[in-house]
């Protein structure tokens, strides 16, 4: 299955089963390109822990080695944007940059979970853009100018369960319509099991918290005007736009 959030034509917000061009609700069916439904962030997160240097190709591309155990910062939820949303970049920043991710959807509440025990907790997942500000990632020490300014994690379209996505899911990133990542989800350094048991040693996850798996090789910058499209196998395809500051 997989599931979306969705505003209705009345307003309401409502869960529903995303199919290819339907989403079926409260025993209605809605058309998905219908201008009066707007697709909302899949899900609610408290936070979102993200990894670097996940994929041994993209540290390569900069220069970094795996860590010894995962390199974990947070984005808020002020960061959070939806399927068809348009990111807005910061001003005065020569380099912002997209980063296609495979997003893991927390299912319950829980701590200190065995990797063992970790598909327990997990309620599926969905695609991220970790937009990252570059010009102040050397400038500060827990990255809160570089990650968690608004929009910068755009999410969705939908929530797949696990059976969905195949173990060796593809990740593909296009920047107006051109290939930028490409890669498998079994190349992450640390799997999902193992993040989650790293993390929820040190804290708390909550229903709808994500955690963010990291980047293939093959980041780039974003302009004003483009458009991001990431497609991840058993998932779907999570597209946005991006505008300059100065409304371009």
């Known amino acids: 299955m997989r599931y979306v959030r969705f505003r209705d034509p009345a307003g309401t917000v409502r ?61 808020t939820p002020n960061a959070v944007a939806p399927h068809g949303a348009t990111i807005e970049l910061l001003p005065r920043k020569e380099e912002i940059t997209y980063e296609g991710e495979l997003a893991v959807v927390i299912g319950e509440q829980c701590r200190n979970v065995d990797a063992a025990d970790a598909e327990n907790v997990v309620h599926g997942y969905t695609c991220m853009n970790d937009v990252t500000n570059r010009d102040d990632a050397d400038l500060e020490r827990n990255w809160v100018r570089t990650e968690a300014f608004d929009g910068s994690a755009p999410l969705g379209p939908a929530v797949a369960t696990p059976e969905e996505v195949p173990e060796d899911a593809s990740i ?22 193992e993040l989650i048991e790293e993390i929820t040693a040190y804290l708390t996850l909550e229903p709808g918290d994500v955690i963010a798996t990291g980047t293939p090789s093959g980041t780039g910058e974003l302009s004003g005007g483009d458009t991001v499209e990431i497609e991840i196998e058993g998932i779907g395809t999570l597209e946005h736009g991006v505008s300059s500051p100065d409304g371009e």
């Open 172 to 193: 593909e990133l296009f920047l107006n319509g051109e290939r930028r990542q490409a890669a498998s989800i079994d190349e992450l350094a640390f799997s999902v099991p």
């Open 15 to 75: 869960r529903g089963i995303y199919g290819d061009s339907r989403l079926e609700a409260a025993g209605r069916s809605y058309d998905i390109d219908d201008p009066e439904i707007e697709l909302l962030a899949p899900c609610e997160p408290s936070k979102i822990v993200c990894v670097g240097f996940n994929y041994p190709a993209h540290a390569d591309e900069v220069d970094e080695e795996i860590p010894e155990r995962p390199s974990l910062f947070f984005k």
